[in-house]
């Protein structure tokens, strides 16, 4: 934590940056979001297992990027989500400064991009976390039971898109979900569209999702949302051998092909 | 009244329109049970359109485009392919059975494999029943 507040300091006081996106202290179980500007805010600085948001969210909110340029603390998470979204065009060098954070707090400087991306490649495959298991348990469940489950969570689900806003790839300006000619999917808090919005949120976020998990830590319901997006982002890496947030280079898995795709599954 | 199968048909223009169309030049008999839109390119169809019919009431989606290798605009076919794999994933571990939406490659000149491949899809769908999303949303109705 040292570390990271001497680093922080540095890099402000410097005028290298504007705004320090970091977690500060918020309740027992969860640490908040805050946006130092000023020495005396950097010292509201800290990281430990609280710190699970993925900050990376805030890179892409008009509000935060009108601030000025942006340094960001990056647990493994936002790393990938970096990544992605300098891949997708969205984040460039000029944009931030990234502070990369190990697990027991201490500080991995990044001059640029590019040695994130190193960092990433070097660091392997990422593990997989309990989720994946999660989602096969559900998968050997007979159809009639899966459906019963998913609706039985879905329909509680009341649309306040809190699982869109803190997803750090779910950046558009202008949802599908807003569109109203035609109406894709039914606007009001009402368990009608549930399902076509979480399928729809999970199909957009193909290939781009790092399986942070914050859509599901978002939900005020704490419905397993994230889930699906995870389920996709299985699909994909055994389908496709494809995984989101670990190049900077990389065209998206669904914008693109091989000859030799299986067509195993055309009856 | 016995139950029959409403299905929507998105057919590619190049290949699969063409081929429906022969179907009915050469008085192919199949079943009155699909209902056709035309778009440009198998590519075209979003998942959202799919998820869209199913939930306005289809109890069938069926996607058609040209064969691979053969799409006019040269890989349109290979995209809507992995499009429409993830989403048969997806819905396969929401519980929705898989067979209510099917892709096929059919051809100009597969008049009589287009009517084959109705024929085939609504005597599948037949068996599965009215469409349980389509359920669902006229109990919502009702309730509202």
Request: proline content about 5%; hydrophobic content about 40%.
């Amino acid at each position: 934590m040292e570390a990271l507040r001497k680093k922080a300091h540095e890099i402000i006081t410097g005028g290298q940056v504007k705004v320090i996106i970091g977690y500060g202290e918020g309740s027992p179980e969860r640490a908040r979001a805050i946006f130092a500007q000023t020495p005396a805010e950097v010292d509201q600085l800290i990281f430990d297992q609280r710190c699970l948001q993925n900050l990376a969210v805030y890179l892409m909110k008009p509000e935060v990027k009108a601030l000025g340029k942006m340094a960001i603390t990056a647990s493994k998470n936002v790393l990938r989500s970096i990544l992605q979204l300098a891949s997708e065009n969205q984040l460039t060098d000029a944009d931030l400064v990234v502070i990369g954070i190990t697990d027991d707090g201490g500080v991995i400087e990044f001059p640029n991009l590019q040695a994130v991306e190193e960092h990433i490649k070097a660091a392997g495959t990422p593990a997989k976390n309990e989720d994946r298991a999660r989602i096969e348990e559900i998968d050997k469940k007979p159809l009639e039971e899966r459906w019963q489950y998913w609706q039985e969570q879905l329909s509680a689900c009341v649309k306040c898109y809190a699982c869109r806003s803190a997803c750090p790839m779910c950046y558009c300006t202008r949802c599908t979900v807003e569109c109203n000619q035609p109406q894709w999917i039914p606007a009001p808090s009402h368990h009608l569209g549930n399902l076509e919005w979480h399928i729809m949120r999970a199909m957009h976020l193909t290939g781009r999702c790092i399986e942070c998990g914050e859509c599901g830590r978002a939900c005020p319901l704490g419905l397993p949302i994230n889930l699906l997006t995870q389920k996709l982002a299985a699909e994909i890496e055994s389908q496709f051998d494809w995984q989101a947030g670990m190049s900077l280079k990389v065209e998206n898995p669904l914008s693109t092909f091989k000859p030799d795709d299986k067509e195993n599954f055309i009856k | 009244m016995a139950f029959e199968p409403r299905i929507v048909g998105f057919l590619c223009n190049w290949c699969s329109y063409t081929g429906a169309d022969l179907a009915g030049t050469s008085r192919v008999k199949y079943p009155f049970n699909v209902r056709i839109i035309r778009v440009m390119c198998s590519a075209r169809i979003d998942p959202t359109f799919i998820l869209k019919a199913l939930s306005d009431g289809a109890d069938g989606v069926l996607v058609c485009g040209c064969h691979p290798g053969d799409c006019h605009y040269v890989e349109g076919n290979y995209k809507a392919m992995r499009r429409y794999a993830l989403l048969k994933k997806t819905l396969r571990s929401l519980g929705v059975e898989e067979d209510r939406v099917r892709l096929e490659w059919v051809s100009a000149s597969e008049g009589v494999r287009f009517g084959e491949v109705i024929a085939d899809m609504t005597e599948k769908i037949r068996k599965l029943g009215p469409n349980r999303i389509k359920a669902e949303l006229i109990l919502d109705k009702a309730e509202r």
